[in-house]
């Protein structure tokens, strides 16, 4: 448990609960719960429900990037440059937030992309359940997908690579 001291300014400062979860991912910590006045936000790692027990709760399920309450996550960024072991001039579009994977919109539905299908910044390639809302994914880059590396209805992390794209030249 860390408590904030008067000075540290707004504990639900978006960039703030952003450092503390990667603070949390680096560390490997469980749960941090701060407490500023009668201010309260805890950040809690895995899938079980939180019941809020003071002014303020909320469940950071592995390294998500919190926002306001009842806010889709936005602006955190899909794809990534290629990380070591990856195919070179590959792309990797990651997951922004811990749920449910699902390639297509429902099930009787063609998947949003295959390999082979070519996709641009605003394709939108999957579709991640969290918490009862489903969020649409775009790849945000341009290329050709040469991977599918999640299948439908498998959990996934933050940050957990979801399809492999080669880069457009």
Not at 90 to 101: D, Q, R, Y
């Given at each position: 448990m860390m408590n904030s001291g008067s000075g540290g300014g707004d504990i639900f400062d978006v960039k703030k609960v952003r450092r503390l979860v990667e603070l949390m991912k680096e560390h490997d910590l469980a749960e941090i719960d701060l407490r500023q006045a009668d201010q309260r936000i805890r950040l809690r790692r895995g899938a079980e429900p939180l019941v809020a027990t003071g002014t303020q709760a909320a469940q950071a399920p592995s390294h998500a990037a919190m926002s306001a309450p009842a806010a889709a996550p936005t602006g955190i960024p899909a794809a990534s440059?290629?990380?070591?072991?990856?195919?070179?001039?590959?792309?990797?579009?990651?997951?922004?937030?811990?749920?449910?994977?699902?390639?297509?919109?429902?099930?009787e539905s063609a998947p949003f992309v295959k390999v082979g299908d070519h996709v641009g910044p605003e394709t939108v390639v999957c579709i991640i359940e969290a918490m009862k809302v489903f969020n649409q994914v775009p790849a945000e880059v341009a290329g050709q997908i040469t991977a599918v590396l999640v299948d439908t209805g498998e959990a996934v992390e933050y940050g957990q690579p979801l399809f492999r794209v080669a880069a457009r030249k």
């Open positions: 440059a290629p990380a070591a072991g990856d195919e070179a001039g590959a792309l990797v579009i990651k997951s922004p937030m811990v749920g449910t994977f699902y390639a297509s919109p429902n099930p």
